[in-house]
């Protein structure tokens, strides 16, 4: 009675089976459907690709098996219901996650749905099932092929005379196929792999007459061939120990190089793997998989080490003696070592990280412009007469009921200001608190205008630039065209040039150049003052502070030098250049350095780049009758002021990237409370800039 209650039970699977291809193909080939479904796209479409495929499959052979009046159906119905289960597990991490929901709309609450109709059928089948077979023996029945072949055979002996000499016919052939020297038994393998290579290549082939294969078909079937070859085989081997679809022949099984079988397969069945989790893959060792020949490397590279690390643990079981196991231990271990410190970085390179939070009442709107100046020809051009163009950002006080998202902090081509690859945090994992032209905050409020040094570009001033807006000033941050290592200017990405980043830093090239950074501060100024429909109105530009870092920190001076709005210049660890370190500055100037740079306190000139920037330094301030606030900060170094700080660098790394022991946020904060208390003081009247109790590791020198 228990077997005919799971017979009768099995054709409720293959009802399973029948409602869940149904919804499977409705949302995956109709694509007013798809374009609304959270698991349209990898990895869970991969998934779906393959499940779409064998459900039905297997579904069919099932009913034969059944028709048939065969016994042992259990190892059946669970893998018919296990794939569908597994399938709808799957979708529902993509609803979980919430993936693509602005595009679901009524129809993808629809889909969602349908997919909790078949999960809560699968769920009755699956409990059903178990209940019906509990403490039923699972017996192991005949080759499912050969069955399947039987089975047909009797149905098509009940159409007449005719009907049983086709029975006949292909009795012969599953005879010859099945069995015989050169049966399928004999070489279950190559028989499932030529099978894979088959049905993928029919489906290449629907798949080019149907959508087309794009612009390199050659490329994208050679690809599709070798993915879909691969998850088949991946499903199908499982399947086959499981169901015992094709069971090979006692002198079949596989007695030689049982390592290298175990590699092959995990070489094989990483292929879907990879494929799925391309994206995530790709940008946790830094490779975004961005055509064809990426995807072929990136699938390559995850086979060779799927099956390396299978080949040498296998190996080890295989040994008997402990030194051998020892020997063959070493490499494995030292595969796992590098595997694992890749995944390490990988996911500290992906991992959302945030600039220290503004202080200010105000919340922060960020807005951008491309602006051209006209008057001036752009000698750092590699084409002569160009104007000079630039890529300002700006930030700026909003009201403090702002609540929509924050903008991103590196967009587009703007990620590729940071250089240090997988060994770093990726700059469209930072987060920032500015909301993209959001509205401003009622008032009028003093411009600051900000450079950075060489090579750098204005968004890696966020953390700064946010704070001082958070207080209730206008923040122009200008990225030096051609000097930056990228900047962004009509939505294209632009390198540096010789001219803008001289390869050799002699003082009368930087003395030139620092003329021209100077210009682009007044030029950018006098753009604020009428900076468009959003900033019109809210921006004194009357008088100005000018900020820089490095060399940025130089152009700051020189232009407060040369501009009579300029009411005060910060100069972040640059060493000074231009005209302005021999006539000086009647404005105030900050000085702001790390110890012992020769900048900003007492230093010990211990070779030519020191004596340089002590004597520039002294003979600045000498020159100098405005007031001159300095300032040193313990355990800082060069990008301390910038915010590398705030992104993941690993510590063996801080050396390279010039940072020093100081926590990076904590380093970001006390900079932003020594800059706006010195903006204060210079655009607002406020009291002149004195030591802060709350960062002791900032000392006047």
């Given at each position: 009675m228990g077997e005919e209650r799971v017979r009768r039970l099995s054709w409720w699977c293959v009802g399973c089976a029948v409602l869940f291809t149904a919804f499977v193909v409705a949302t995956t080939q109709v694509q007013a459907l798809r374009a609304h479904s959270p698991w349209q796209d990898d990895p869970y479409d991969v998934v779906v690709s393959f499940t779409q495929l064998l459900v039905p499959a297997l579904a069919v052979a099932f009913a034969i098996r059944i028709a048939a009046a065969r016994q042992d159906l259990l190892r059946g119905a669970w893998a018919l219901v296990g794939m569908v289960a597994a399938t709808a597990a799957t979708d529902w991490v993509a609803v979980g996650l919430r993936v693509h929901e602005d595009r679901w709309g009524g129809t993808g609450r629809l889909l969602i749905a349908g997919l909790a109709l078949v999960t809560l059928v699968a769920l009755a089948v699956a409990a059903a099932m178990w209940w019906a077979g509990r403490?039923?023996?699972?017996?192991?029945?005949?080759?499912?092929?050969?069955?399947?072949?039987?089975?047909?055979?009797?149905?098509?002996a009940r159409c007449g005379?005719?009907?049983?000499?086709?029975?006949?016919?292909?009795?012969?052939?599953?005879?010859?196929?099945?069995?015989?020297?050169?049966?399928?038994?004999?070489?279950?393998?190559?028989?499932?792999?030529?099978?894979?290579?088959?049905?993928?290549?029919?489906?290449?082939?629907a798949e080019a007459l149907g959508d087309g294969l794009g612009p390199h078909p050659a490329e994208a079937a050679a690809m599709r061939l070798l993915i879909g070859t691969a998850g088949i085989v991946t499903a199908l081997i499982p399947l086959n120990a499981y169901l015992g679809v094709l069971r090979p022949t006692r002198s079949a099984a596989p007695a030689r190089r049982p390592a290298l079988v175990c590699a092959g397969y995990a070489a094989i069945a990483s292929v879907p793997v990879a494929v799925g989790f391309r994206d995530g893959i790709g940008a946790l060792v830094?490779?975004?998989?961005?055509?064809?020949?990426?995807?072929?490397?990136?699938?390559?590279?995850?086979?060779?080490?799927?099956?390396?690390?299978?080949?040498?643990?296998?190996?080890?079981?295989?040994?008997?003696?402990?030194?051998?196991?020892?020997?063959?231990?070493?490499?494995?271990?030292?595969?796992?070592?590098?595997?694992?410190?890749?995944?390490?970085?990988?996911?500290?390179?992906?991992?959302?990280?945030?600039?220290?939070?503004?202080?200010?009442?105000?919340?922060?709107?960020?807005?951008?412009?491309?602006?051209?100046?006209?008057?001036?020809?752009?000698?750092?051009?590699?084409?002569?007469?160009?104007?000079?163009?630039l890529s300002v950002w700006a930030w700026y006080p909003a009201p403090a009921g702002t609540t929509q998202r924050p903008?991103?902090?590196?967009?587009?081509?703007?990620?590729?200001?940071?250089?240090?690859?997988?060994?770093a945090g990726r700059l469209d994992a930072v987060r920032t608190h500015s909301v993209a032209d959001a509205r401003v905050a009622d008032g009028r409020f003093p411009l600051v205008v900000l450079e950075p040094g060489l090579g750098l570009a204005a968004p890696q001033f966020s953390a700064l630039a946010e704070d001082l807006a958070s207080h209730g000033y206008v923040v122009a941050g200008i990225t030096p065209t051609y000097?930056?290592?990228?900047?962004?200017?009509?939505?294209?990405?632009?390198?540096?040039?010789?001219?803008?980043?001289?390869?050799?830093?002699?003082?009368?090239?930087?003395?030139?150049?620092?003329?021209?950074?100077?210009?682009?501060?007044?030029?950018?100024?006098?753009?604020?003052?009428?900076?468009?429909?959003?900033?019109?109105?809210?921006?004194?530009?009357?008088?100005?502070?000018?900020?820089?870092?490095?060399?940025?920190?130089?152009?700051?001076?020189?232009?407060?030098?040369?501009?009579?709005?300029?009411?005060?210049?910060?100069?972040?660890?640059?060493?000074?250049?231009?005209?302005?370190?021999?006539?000086?500055?009647?404005?105030?100037?900050?000085?702001?350095?790390?110890?012992?740079?020769?900048l900003a306190g007492a230093c010990h000139p211990t070779d030519a780049t020191d004596r340089d920037i002590d004597t520039a330094s002294r003979t600045l301030r000498a020159a100098s009758t405005g007031p001159t606030f300095r300032y040193e900060v313990s355990g800082a170094k060069h990008f301390n002021f910038t915010d590398y700080g705030a992104y993941y660098i690993p510590t063996p790394l801080h050396g390279l990237a010039q940072l020093g022991p100081i926590d990076g946020d904590r380093c970001l904060a006390?900079?932003?409370?020594?800059?706006?208390?010195?903006?204060?003081?210079?655009?607002?009247d406020g009291p002149a800039p004195h030591p802060d109790p709350r960062y002791p590791e900032v000392q006047p020198t």
């Open positions: 403490g039923t023996r699972v017996p192991a029945g005949p080759d499912w092929v050969e069955d399947v072949l039987v089975g047909i055979g009797g149905l098509v005379t005719a009907g049983r000499a086709a029975a006949r016919a292909l009795d012969r052939v599953r005879r010859v196929v099945v069995g015989g020297r050169h049966g399928l038994r004999r070489h279950h393998l190559a028989t499932v792999v030529l099978a894979s290579v088959a049905v993928s290549a029919w489906f290449t082939v830094d490779f975004p998989v961005t055509g064809w020949g990426r995807l072929a490397g990136l699938i390559a590279a995850i086979a060779v080490l799927a099956g390396l690390v299978t080949l040498l643990a296998q190996t080890i079981r295989q040994r008997r003696s402990r030194l051998a196991k020892a020997l063959v231990a070493v490499p494995l271990a030292l595969v796992l070592t590098i595997v694992g410190t890749v995944g390490y970085l990988g996911v500290r390179h992906v991992l959302p990280r945030t600039l220290p939070a503004p202080t200010g009442p105000y919340r922060v709107g960020r807005t951008t412009f491309d602006w051209t100046d006209t008057a001036r020809t752009d000698p750092l051009a590699p084409e002569p007469g160009r104007q000079r163009e903008a991103p902090y590196a967009p587009g081509h703007w990620a590729r200001m940071l250089q240090f690859g997988i060994l000097s930056a290592s990228v900047t962004v200017l009509h939505g294209q990405p632009v390198g540096r040039t010789a001219a803008g980043n001289p390869p050799e830093l002699s003082r009368d090239a930087l003395d030139q150049l620092v003329t021209l950074w100077a210009a682009d501060f007044r030029f950018v100024t006098g753009q604020m003052a009428d900076a468009g429909e959003l900033l019109a109105g809210h921006v004194d530009a009357s008088r100005v502070a000018y900020i820089g870092h490095s060399f940025g920190g130089a152009a700051a001076l020189q232009s407060c030098h040369d501009d009579p709005r300029c009411a005060g210049a910060v100069d972040m660890d640059g060493t000074p250049y231009g005209t302005v370190v021999h006539q000086g500055l009647t404005a105030p100037m900050m000085l702001l350095g790390t110890p012992g740079d020769c006390a900079t932003s409370a020594y800059v706006t208390a010195f903006a204060d003081h210079v655009l607002r």
